[in-house]
């Protein structure tokens, strides 16, 4: 049972362009919400994160939007560049219920900026 | 100020071999975390620490074993490979779960990965 989908796999867009990444979840008692992005053969590094709190959190290019009815955030970069390919992991969290800080990550989107 | 470090980078086991990957982390954080990335799956949770001495299952334990002897330390062991543990293995590290204001302190600060090929 996947709680947390990234349903595309891959994402194309031309440098400048806004880049739309997506993520849905199932979990209504996630409360933390996080994007981590990966370069191959490396580990992946955090990025934005989001508080259920918060319907909006901006950093810098990176936007990240929360929409808790839909059970569904997005991540945001303008303008992409190319140095932003690479795998984007969304990643959710139950924060205030459980004191583990365990993510439930979801299977990664590609993100190809073309110059 | 090295971050998450894990050891071996590679490593290639016939199957019934054991084996002990090692992740150390010098930001002295509570928490550890060992995951295990597959093709379209994501990264998903093996075991995790909540500090020295503790251990805990995640998603998917089995054939993993752990131990948290020293804070800085988080060993993961197979002690019978299988082919199905052929996986890129990371190690994370966070300073402590909690919320203040909408921000938290439980970012996961991710290792460079192990890749182990079981044949």
């Known amino acids: 049972d996947q709680q947390v989908k990234q349903n595309s796999p891959s994402l194309s867009v031309q440098e400048g362009r806004i880049s739309i990444l997506n993520c849905d979840y199932t979990?209504?008692?996630?409360?933390?919400f996080l994007w981590y992005k990966k370069y191959p053969a490396e580990g992946p590094t955090f990025l934005i994160s989001?508080?259920?709190?918060?319907d909006k959190n901006e950093d810098g290019r990176f936007t990240v939007f929360l929409n808790k009815s839909a059970k569904h955030l997005s991540l945001h970069i303008v303008p992409s560049q190319p140095g932003d390919s690479a795998v984007y992991f969304c990643?959710?969290?139950?924060?205030?219920?459980?004191?583990?800080?365990?993510?439930?990550f979801g299977q990664g989107t590609t993100l190809q900026v073309k110059p | 100020n090295a971050g998450v470090t894990q050891t071996p980078k590679f490593r290639v086991l016939k199957t019934g071999q054991s084996m002990t990957l090692l992740c150390a982390q010098d930001?002295?954080?509570?928490?550890m975390y060992w995951y295990r990335q597959d093709p379209g799956m994501g990264l998903r949770l093996i075991h995790y620490s909540v500090g020295e001495g503790t251990t805990a299952k995640g998603e998917v334990p089995d054939g993993y074993n752990v131990s948290r002897l020293k804070k800085q330390n988080f060993l993961l062991g197979l002690e019978s490979a299988a082919p199905s543990q052929t996986s890129v293995y990371f190690c994370a590290s966070s300073y402590t779960t909690g919320t203040s204001g909408g921000t938290s302190t439980d970012t996961q600060y991710f290792g460079p990965g192990t890749r182990l090929t079981v044949l």
């Open positions: 989001i508080s259920s709190i918060k």
């Open positions: 979990n209504s008692m996630f409360d933390y």
């Open positions: 930001m002295n954080h509570e928490y």
């Open positions: 990643a959710a969290s139950a924060i205030w219920t459980s004191n583990t800080g365990k993510l439930i």
